[in-house]
């Protein structure tokens, strides 16, 4: 077993390139597309490049249950809800301090808080079945609706971007169908390597999904976040950040518990998603306090990431 630890380790490190080049073109293709047709660049943040950055999770833990357990994709999904608020918007706002907008404070945020919340209640009793996964799906398509009432009620002004209103490329759709056949190929690699290389070092099938997979599968979301600050539009940082968790749940989660009920340890019950419930609240109170994540408070997301990693690791 420890002989096939070179090609898990090959194989890992080509899923993450190409998990990461799929989803910068994803995101390039999509963010394009959204503000061609005259989206805001908060809006386009939660939705469109939100999905966009999701896409690597869904991949992952749509292969990861079919292939392996899915215990991997509950994993994944749960472990990239927290690297993202602790390592991406950590990092993030440790590189430039994020301005929080209304419209994601008010319309996003409370569906952020909300999924997180059903999540826990719907797998309190240890599974989260077909029906569980129906009502995710559910809660997701109400999600769409209500943002596309306010994108037709409040539309963006032009002064949001320039090209904004100019239509669709055939360069962007193209960008966007080749971003997912990156990702395609990405998830794949990235489930074989990296269940291949734990599994050989003795660790479980959850522990593999919650570090390595979900470190893996928030590259996206940290390269997409990390950019934006950079360029300060934190707009993107932040409204990408609270999509992805609202979609890591409701669409991640509900489309692979359609497929295959999900098996919620009693550990996890104990440890990962109290964890997430924490982690979400925090952020919360961070961005209401003053509307910003000022450096000290991502020194405190990224210290409270550390912390969650120490704790996973068996003593």
């Known amino acids: 077993m420890l002989s096939g630890i070179p090609l898990y380790l090959a194989l890992l490190a080509a899923g993450v390139v190409a998990l990461y ?39 992952v833990s749509t ?47 409370p569906f952020m808080v909300f999924a997180a919340i059903l999540l826990v209640a719907l797998g309190a009793n240890g599974t989260i079945g077909r029906l569980e996964g129906a009502v995710f799906l559910l809660v997701l398509a109400g999600f769409t609706g209500y943002l596309l009432y306010y994108v037709n009620a409040d539309p963006a002004p032009m002064m949001d971007d320039p090209d904004a209103g100019d239509g669709i490329s055939p360069r962007d759709v193209a960008l966007v169908v080749g971003g997912l056949i990156a990702l395609v190929a990405g998830s794949r690699w990235l489930v074989s390597g990296g269940t291949g290389l734990l599994s050989a070092l003795g660790f479980s099938d959850l522990f593999i999904g919650l570090t390595v997979l979900a470190l893996g599968t928030s590259l996206p979301e940290l390269a997409a976040s990390v950019v934006s600050a950079v360029r300060g539009e934190t707009a993107f940082s932040i409204g990408n950040v609270v999509g992805s968790n609202i979609y890591n749940i409701l669409a991640v989660l509900g489309i ?21 419930i924490v982690f979400t609240v925090l952020l919360v109170a961070m961005m209401g306090y003053g509307r910003r994540l000022t450096r000290l408070d991502g020194a405190a997301l990224v210290v409270g990431y550390g912390a969650f990693i120490y704790l996973l690791f068996p003593s």
Do not use: C, Y
């Open 63 to 109: 292969i990861g249950a079919l292939n392996v357990s899915t215990d991997i994709g509950l994993g994944a999904v749960i472990g990239s809800n927290i690297a993202n608020i602790g390592l991406v918007l950590g990092i993030s706002a440790l590189i430039k301090p994020l301005q929080v907008s209304s419209i994601v404070m008010h319309r996003h945020v």
């Open 21 to 59: 080049g799929g989803a910068e073109l994803l995101v390039a293709g999509a963010g394009r597309l959204a503000l061609g047709i005259g989206l805001r660049a908060a809006t386009v943040g939660v939705t469109v490049v939100a999905f966009a950055t999701t896409a690597p999770e869904l991949f």
């Open 256 to 276: 692979v518990a359609l497929i295959t009920p999900i098996e919620i340890a009693s550990s996890t019950l104990r440890l990962e998603l109290p964890f997430l």
